[in-house]
């Protein structure tokens, strides 16, 4: 495949000062196009990161680093640092031109570091995972061919979460053995299924992987288009779908998925909001606005407004929103899932009264870094990203990291212990798809 060299729009002729480098995610800067590690941090394994962009003339995909500095490193395509890029099937980092993405960097010796990439100079890697075939909004109910025993990329931008079908004449198209949708905004998340039991996606920008069986007698010819009216979103007409019925665990897929539905209160009072789901899990809690009359009959068109809504994250427990309502009122209710439950399914749920015990739990207290002193100069920090996995760091005010521990998934506290000097210490949680900070005195 034909390539040529393109430098980073950022790059510059000049050479940075070895300080002019993030220790972390949040202090990243970004890359001054020639830069040379000083010893110390060759010697202490110190992880310096940068911001940086690719800017290619086509617009295409770029290899990145085409010159790989020594050292070990990594590319983020998260603000966080917690979704790398894709690799293609030689294992280099492929960039979407244009887009900001984070280098961190282990360095291996003091030798200069010049980043810069490769671009795709033809369209012969298109349908890859990190090259997926873009679908225009106008093109989705295109029909399709695909090849026996391939697996091709789309790259779709959907307005409302659905599941995403691929079918012949309204009928799913059995060839086609396996749907893979990837999120790609941040935070992401994979959902696998099929043209039997389609795979759910989020809003947004989406790539979404179609493979033909390698059985199949002929190329499949499908239709991929998203089925809103199959998941009663906010982007469809929510008075056609359920509503939440009062005192019943209303189920919802175990996925990376946003679920919308309404509840109509059946008298005055106090309602208590449930949202059973994986740690890290948001409950919504938005008004109903009502639409143009609908000519179907079904009522009035609902959509939802969360710009003034509430929210809780589930926790060691189940998030909860107390609501005062009237008779009539209606509430929409969206559960947003970035970590699947490992056992049994999630679900929604209203309960007449206030199931809390007088305690409102709305805002981000769930998801909060809490901070125990256990003596001496050792700590337990406890938070929901622990459970999927994660990485405990400590920085000093000036943002230099200072220790560090990864936690396996399944860890309920961890300990850690700051060998530093007094003084104030950012402690940051980076679990799989976000991270959370609070900082503590080291006495």
């Given amino acids: 495949m034909k390539k040529f060299l393109l430098l980073s729009t950022l790059a510059v002729a000049m050479t940075a000062n070895a300080a002019d480098y993030g220790t972390s995610p949040e202090t990243a800067v970004d890359f001054p196009g020639f830069w040379s590690p000083d010893q110390s941090l060759v010697d202490n394994k110190t992880e310096v990161w940068f911001k940086f962009k690719v800017t290619t ?24 640092g917690t979704m790398e890029a894709p690799k293609n099937s030689t294992g280099v980092y492929v960039v979407e031109s244009g887009k900001e993405y984070l280098f961190k960097l282990v360095p291996g010796s003091t030798a200069p570091v010049m980043l810069s990439g490769l671009e795709f100079r033809d369209d012969s890697e298109k349908g890859a995972e990190y090259y997926p075939i873009e679908i225009p909004a106008n093109e989705m109910n295109l029909y399709k061919k695909q090849a026996p025993g391939t697996t091709v990329w789309y790259k779709c931008n959907f307005a409302y979460p659905s599941n995403i079908t691929a079918s012949f004449f309204n009928m799913p198209v059995m060839d086609v053995e396996k749907i893979v949708v990837k999120h790609q905004e941040c935070p992401g998340g994979i959902n696998e299924g099929s043209a039997i039991l389609p795979a759910y996606n989020k809003a947004g920008t989406n790539i979404v992987g179609i493979t033909v069986s390698a059985a199949a007698t002929a190329e499949a010819e499908f239709i991929l288009a998203p089925n809103a009216m199959g998941t009663f979103n906010c982007g469809a007409n929510l008075s056609r779908g359920p509503k939440l019925g009062l005192n019943e665990e209303t189920t919802y897929p175990n996925a990376y998925w946003t679920v919308d539905k309404v509840f109509e209160a059946p008298e005055d009072g106090e ?7 994986a ?35 589930v926790g060691d427990k189940d998030a909860m929103i107390v609501k005062t309502l009237a008779k009539g009122d209606l509430v929409a209710v969206q559960s947003d899932v ?16 206030n199931a809390t015990g007088g305690i409102n739990n709305v805002g981000n207290d769930n998801n909060t870094v809490e901070i125990v002193a256990l003596g001496g100069k050792s700590f337990s920090i406890n938070n929901v990203l622990l459970a999927g996995g994660a990485k405990v760091v400590a920085y000093d005010m000036n943002a230099r990291k200072v220790a560090e521990t990864a936690v396996a998934a399944g860890t309920e506290s961890q300990v850690i212990t700051l060998d530093v000097p007094s003084g104030i210490y950012l402690i940051v949680v980076y679990g799989a798809n976000r991270s959370a900070s609070a900082k503590v005195v080291v006495e």
């Avoid at 309602?271 to 789901?277: D, G, L, Q, R």
């Avoid at 143009?292 to 509430?310: H, I, M, Q, R, V």
């Avoid at 970035?338 to 009264?353: H, S």
């Fill in 57 to 80: 003339q086509n617009g295409r995909p770029a290899l990145y680093p085409s010159m790989p500095p020594s050292g070990e490193y990594q590319v983020f395509q998260c603000a966080d």
């Fill in 271 to 277: 309602y208590t909001f449930i949202n059973h789901a």
């Fill in 279 to 313: 740690k890290g899990s948001e409950l919504n809690i938005g008004k109903i606005v009502r639409g143009d009359a609908d000519t179907s009959p079904f009522g009035n068109k609902l959509s939802c407004d969360f710009s003034e809504g509430e929210t809780a994250i």
């Fill in 338 to 353: 970035f970590t699947k439950l490992e056992e049994g399914a999630p679900y929604l749920k209203v309960v007449k009264g």
